[in-house]
T-cell receptor, first 114, second 111 residues
Framework: DVKVTQSSRYLVKRTGEKVFLECVQD?????MFWYRQDPGLGLRLIYF???????EKGDIPEGYSVSREKKERFSLILESASTNQTSMYLC?????????????FGPGTRLTVL | RKEVEQDPGPFNVPEGATVAFNCTYS??????FFWYRQDCRKEPKLLMS???SGNEDGRFTAQLNRASQYISLLIRDSKLSDSATYLC????????????FGRGTSLIVHP
């Protein structure tokens, strides 16, 4: 059974803290994605990666960075958390383009920044 | 970036009803299309892909109209368990592969 896991379901941090959100997939997928989901705004792409050590900015990369040192792991980093980064964060992975392209999502991390 | 538009709803229908959602996309070069389902407080999961010829999976039918740049999802004989948010997803291909999600359409099926 395919699986994408995220390090935490719920996280509470303080303004200014550095926050790490981890995502691991066991499907040997090349593509990995980080989204945030907010009421009324839907899923917005923060960063994505096609391969190890490769990253591309999505629609809203400001205030975030990512790391992909291993194929199965894609980390989202909030360098200095702010209250407007309170959100649900979803990680996803997918096989390379040309295949079915289904995205498999992790269960999400609900982050609250106080 | 290119847009994917959906009516947010909610669509409030009785059990057994037929309901249809549309989704429009702005990028005529889009190559692949999907409907995802997201239950409350859960992650999105693929419901079905949308093929040019249209496709059916049980009570669900998806259609693509490239000329008018929209896709549709038809649900027949609605069940209470169909209550969820339905997300339209459009992929470009060639070069950067970036899926674009619509904001979702909320469906509530009541007894």
């Amino acid at each position: 059974d395919v699986k994408v896991t995220q390090s935490s379901r719920y996280l509470v941090k303080r303004t200014g803290e550095k926050v790490f959100l981890e995502c691991v997939q066991d499907m040997d997928h090349e593509n990995m994605f980080w989204y945030r989901q907010d009421p009324g705004l839907g899923l917005r792409l923060i960063y994505f990666s096609y391969d190890v050590k490769m990253k591309e900015k999505g629609d809203i990369p400001e205030g975030y960075s990512v790391s992909r040192e291993k194929k199965e792991r894609f980390s989202l980093i909030l360098e200095s958390a702010s209250t407007n980064q309170t959100s649900m964060y979803l990680c996803a992975s997918s096989p390379p383009e040309g295949n079915h392209n289904e995205q498999f999502f992790g269960p999400g991390t609900r982050l609250t920044v106080l | 970036r290119k847009e994917v538009e959906q009516d947010p709803g909610p669509f409030n229908v009785p059990e057994g009803a037929t309901v249809a959602f549309n989704c429009t996309y702005s990028n005529s070069a889009s190559q692949s299309f999907f409907w995802y389902r997201q239950d409350c407080r859960k992650e999105p999961k693929l419901l079905m892909s949308v093929y040019s010829s249209g496709n059916e999976d049980g009570r669900f039918t998806a259609q693509l109209n490239r000329a008018s740049q929209y896709i549709s999802l038809l649900i027949r004989d609605s069940k209470l368990s169909d209550s969820a948010t339905y997300l339209c997803v459009v992929n470009e291909s060639g070069g950067s592969y970036i899926p674009t999600f619509g904001r979702g359409t909320s469906l509530i099926v009541h007894p």
